[in-house]
């Protein structure tokens, strides 16, 4: 056995099938079992929590009604349903199942898996830097909202500040108001003038001063993960029982408030008239294919990590189907949220609901919703509790995704800190910056990391394998459905889920040199695959056959011993 490891410490390229009479396939053995030196879930809920918080993010709020109406309301329920079942929900099993079954993190599990893949690993980390250094930004403005909140009057109701311009238009409580295209709410120009300052950037190449509050609210989330996370799941654990749970309890107050609103019917009708027509342009069925990708989250390396810290024999399987569940509910229910106040809108401007629906992305939270929040009853208390969703909403996918680095590069280099300094540079008037990195840092590199994954899971390391991996936990080997979804449905679901739409934020186009930036950025992620692959083949003495067969020998004595 000391020979065997021994060579496979030089050899191990890729871990293939055992000997045919090694009884694999009749008796499978753990890899691993559960040892007192690594931390646990303190209960089922905390892991429950936790993962329902990462994938039920700010996405779900902004993103899914946008693309629901854009693509025939009611309709689009059907390719986003298709795509969850033969698509999303597979891959957010495979990874919860392969978390749970080696008990490590997205870089050291590819020993198990396929090493001359472990540059999968890599890149989901660096992925991951880049989703937290974009993503606690937009926290931090929630937080600047939050703040600025706790007033008698709403600072974004008037147009009485010292940012609003001569364009600025109330229309709310007055007649005979008219909007035209260089109309601008007074929410609008509190969001672009006051917080984001972008009015005083002439884009991405000169982006402006640091704004010293900004700065301020990004420490004071800083200081609410890092408490979070140095105990790792036990005390994180603990404070998704309040960062997962409060939003369902806005958002229940805030559909009920939006039901009463004026014209709330519109906006309902406006979201779920179904158009069938749309159901034959192929756009929609990739918008569905990211939209759910994107929402449930596998590939971020968070689903491996938090999964390794739940017990050998947990039912992953049940575990996947509940969350994927909550999740899909969550962002259906957040459209009648969103368009409920869409409706009230349209009706105080006395034009269609389209007119006003056009926002997306962060203005649709930033701006659209605050607007119409100013014009309510209790104006003061719908924006801290909405503000307060915000925030919590954004801390559970940061824990999520800080937790896959420390997870990943603990165990792999033993290092634990970050160093945050960073992220000040996003308050610089960062827009610009935030944006780019959104679509290039994350888009197209992840879906073809997951791409990547799927491939060396259910083909390198083998399906017949994982599934028996999947057995030894949960008693009962995984349905044909699931073997045909992960083997080649779920990896073309990933390839349609590939789109990329013309860069653009507010009236600036991006020029085309931030473009070619913007590639380096996506490429800097994903070009650690196929050097590391590079090294492996270069590095590893002897031939592929001898190596082949070291692999065989060693992994079949991981599963007797």
Request: glycine share 8%.
């Amino acid at each position: 056995m000391p020979h065997q490891e021994q060579v496979l410490a030089h050899g191990n390229l890729c871990a293939q099938g055992p000997p045919k009479n090694a009884g694999y396939n009749s008796n499978p053995v753990p890899v691993m079992t559960q040892t007192e030196s690594r931390d646990k879930w303190g209960k089922k809920m905390d892991f429950l929590l936790s993962v329902i918080g990462f994938a039920v993010d700010l996405g779900n709020v902004w993103r899914f009604p946008y693309i629901c109406y854009q693509n025939g309301g009611g309709a689009f329920l059907i390719p986003y349903v298709l795509m969850a079942v033969f698509g999303g929900v597979p891959l957010f099993y495979m990874e919860l199942a392969l978390g749970q079954f080696h008990r490590t993190g997205a870089i050291s599990i590819w020993k198990h898996i396929c090493p001359m893949f472990k540059g999968i690993g890599f890149a989901i980390c660096i992925i991951a830097l880049y989703v937290s250094f974009y993503y606690n930004t937009i926290i931090a403005w929630a937080l600047f909202y939050f703040y600025s909140s706790f007033s008698s009057t709403l600072p974004w109701t008037s147009c009485d500040n010292e940012w609003n311009t001569e364009n600025c238009t109330n229309y709310f409580g007055k007649d005979n108001v008219t909007w035209t295209n260089y109309s601008r709410s007074p929410a609008e120009e509190f969001y672009t003038r006051n917080v984001l300052v972008v009015h005083e950037s002439s884009g991405l190449g000169d982006v402006g001063y640091i704004r010293w509050q900004l700065m301020l609210c990004l420490f004071l989330i800083f200081t609410i993960v890092y408490f979070s996370l140095w105990k790792g799941v036990k005390t994180s654990g603990k404070v998704v029982w309040v960062t997962a749970t409060l939003p369902y309890v806005v958002l229940l107050i805030l559909m009920i408030r939006g039901a009463t609103l004026p014209g709330a019917w519109k906006g309902v009708v406006f979201y779920l008239n179904p158009k069938w027509e749309k159901l034959k342009e192929t756009s929609v069925w990739v918008d569905a294919a990211a939209q759910i990708f994107f929402s449930l989250g596998p590939g971020f390396g968070v689903l491996l990590a938090l999964s390794s810290y739940n017990p050998f024999n947990n039912n992953c399987y049940r575990d996947a189907i509940v969350t994927s569940l909550v999740n899909c509910l969550t962002s259906f229910i957040s459209g009648f949220v969103i368009f409920t106040v869409l409706g009230y809108m349209a009706e105080q401007r006395n034009v269609n609901v389209e007119d006003v629906a056009r926002d997306k992305g962060p203005s649709l939270l930033f701006i659209t919703y605050p607007e119409a929040i100013a014009n309510m009853v209790g104006s003061t208390f719908f924006a801290i509790i909405f503000f307060a969703m915000m925030i919590t909403l954004g801390l559970d996918s940061t824990f999520g995704g800080l937790e896959a680095i420390i997870t990943a590069v603990h165990k792999e280099e033993k290092i634990c800190g970050f160093n945050y300094f960073l992220f000040i540079f996003f308050c610089k008037g960062g827009a610009y910056v935030v944006k780019l990195l959104e679509e290039f840092g994350v888009g197209s590199s992840i879906i073809a990391i997951v791409f990547l994954e799927a491939t060396a899971v259910s083909w390198f390391y083998g399906i017949n394998r994982f599934s028996n991996d999947i057995k030894s936990m949960l008693g009962y080997t995984p349905g044909l459905f699931w073997r045909v979804c992960w083997v080649a449905i779920s990896p073309a679901f990933l390839a349609v889920s590939l789109n990329k739409d013309p860069l653009s934020l507010f009236d600036y186009k991006y020029p085309d040199w931030s473009m070619t930036v913007g590639y380096i950025i996506g490429a800097s992620s994903f070009m650690w695959i196929p050097i590391y692959m590079v090294y492996k083949l270069v590095w590893t003495p002897g031939s592929l056959k001898q190596v082949r067969h070291a692999c065989d020998v060693l992994v079949d004595l991981r599963r007797t011993f």
